[in-house]
């Protein structure tokens, strides 16, 4: 049973325009949640976090909405870049550092076009 | 920069055979991880290292083990390769201020 899901596997949005990436998670002790970048042929890099103290957490073009009371987190990317194509992976964790307990989402294959 | 090296890029073993990859993280971190990474399932803990010689199960440890004999060096172990052990292989540690993962490039193994 996914603790975390994202239920879209892929996604495709013009460059200039807004991608959104959404996630749900089950697990109510969940507390911090994390995006992660994934190219191909490569190890996932750190993209964003949230705690679940806040609502919102912007870094430059990404910014990280979480819905506390419906379980729910989107990533946006304003505006979307070609260098922006790859797989992003939402996770979960009931503490801040606690990658031991990290929970991974399936992953979202972002394409964007020229 | 934290730098993650796994010591195979790709590697095609035989059913059967004993499957050793290496992971070196340069700075001095505790946490180390393997984990594997399957189109349709995500990344899967395989195996934690929290300390030299120090080791938790993950997820998914049938048919691994682990060796932890230096504080860098993190090594992952098939002790009998069966195709379905085919996958990529991604090693990792954490900061111990942020908690952000850094992850080597990834191994791909294939087991014919």
């Known amino acids: 049973d996914q603790q975390v899901k994202q239920n879209s596997p892929s996604l495709s949005v013009q460059e200039g325009r807004i991608s959104i990436l959404n996630c749900d998670y089950t697990?109510?002790?969940?507390?911090?949640f994390l995006w992660y970048k994934k190219y191909p042929a490569e190890g996932p890099t750190f993209l964003i976090s949230?705690?679940?103290i806040k609502d919102k957490n912007e870094d430059g073009r990404f910014t990280v909405f979480l819905n506390k009371s419906a379980k729910h987190l989107s990533l946006h990317i304003v505006p979307s870049q070609p260098g922006d194509s790859a797989v992003y992976f939402c996770a979960a964790s009931p503490r801040a550092g606690n990658n031991r307990k990290l929970i991974w989402g399936l992953g979202t294959s972002l394409a964007v076009n020229p | 920069d934290v730098k993650v090296t796994q010591s195979s890029r790709y590697l095609v073993k035989r059913t059967g055979e004993k499957v050793f990859l290496e992971c070196v993280q340069d700075m001095d971190h505790e946490n180390m991880f393997w984990y594997r990474q399957d189109p349709g399932l995500g990344l899967r803990l395989i195996y934690f290292s929290y300390d030299v010689k120090m080791k938790e199960k993950g997820d998914i440890p049938e048919g691994y083990s682990v060796s932890r004999e230096k504080k860098e060096r993190f090594s992952l172990i098939l002790e009998s390769a069966s195709t379905n052990q085919t996958s990529m292989y991604l090693c990792a540690t954490d900061t111990p201020h942020t908690g952000e993962l850094f992850f080597g490039e990834g191994s791909r193994l294939t087991v014919l």
């Open positions: 697990n109510s002790m969940f507390d911090y």
């Open positions: 949230i705690s679940s």
